[in-house]
């Protein structure tokens, strides 16, 4: 059976910001949404789009909040940072070659192998391998939200933005971006959206979850 298709619903885009080319990873702590950039986390306020905080870091793909830290993937490391000081408290080896999108849930952090078309549960403490989940497109954005795990994708000139199996990878629902709107990075708000970052368009798009993912 295929699985249903609907064009994805773009309900806001914040940036690009200034002194920031690109996006390459997404998180939300609750109350604002973190974009990491070449250089630096930004934490960006929802209903006004200002930049509220910049940590420096290099940050070269996803980003995840655990409720008390952020992670941020910088080339083979996976840096643990404090978010009110931008301190690196610990680090772990990233899994795989060209991590991507990574996101928090069930105490461990699932990393996205772009090109291995991969999603890696990892313990966050040592970067040993839980399980992996293999898709069949390449993994840009992880996230979970209300028990479901969804991942961005981008080849050429289509994004989608994808509800997979967590067991066996296969496709359950998609929305798909626009031609030419990429995403790397995502993650959820918890409630009505999903937050992608927008790769070199240096931008954050808000783009709507279904209805019937949100039935739960």
Not at 131 to 136: D, M, V
Not at 185 to 208: I, P, Q
């Amino acid at each position: 059976m295929t699985a249903p298709t609907q064009p994805a619903e773009i309900v806001r885009e914040y940036g690009p910001f200034e002194g920031h080319p690109a996006i390459h990873g997404i998180t939300h702590d609750g109350e604002r949404v973190w974009a990491a950039t070449n250089d630096a986390l930004l934490a960006i306020a929802p209903a006004s789009g200002e930049v509220a905080q910049r940590l420096p870091h290099t940050c070269d793909a996803g980003t995840a909040f655990d409720g008390r830290h952020l992670y941020q993937i910088a080339e083979a490391r996976i840096a643990k940072i404090d978010p009110a000081t931008g301190a690196v408290v610990a680090t772990i080896p990233a899994p795989g070659q060209g991590c991507s999108g990574l996101a928090w849930a069930e105490g461990s952090l699932w990393v996205g192998e772009y090109r291995a078309r991969k999603i890696h549960q990892i313990d966050p403490d040592t970067g040993a391998v839980r399980r992996s989940i293999e898709t069949n497109r390449f993994v840009t954005g992880v996230t979970w939200v209300d028990g479901e795990l969804w991942h961005g994708t981008w080849e050429g000139d289509e994004s989608e933005i994808r509800h997979i199996d967590p067991a066996d990878g296969a496709v359950l629902e998609t929305l798909q971006m626009p031609a030419g709107t990429g995403v790397s990075g995502l993650e959820s708000d918890g409630k009505a959206l999903f937050y992608a970052g927008g790769g070199s368009s240096g931008k954050v798009r808000a783009v709507r979850r279904p209805q019937r993912a949100r039935a739960a």
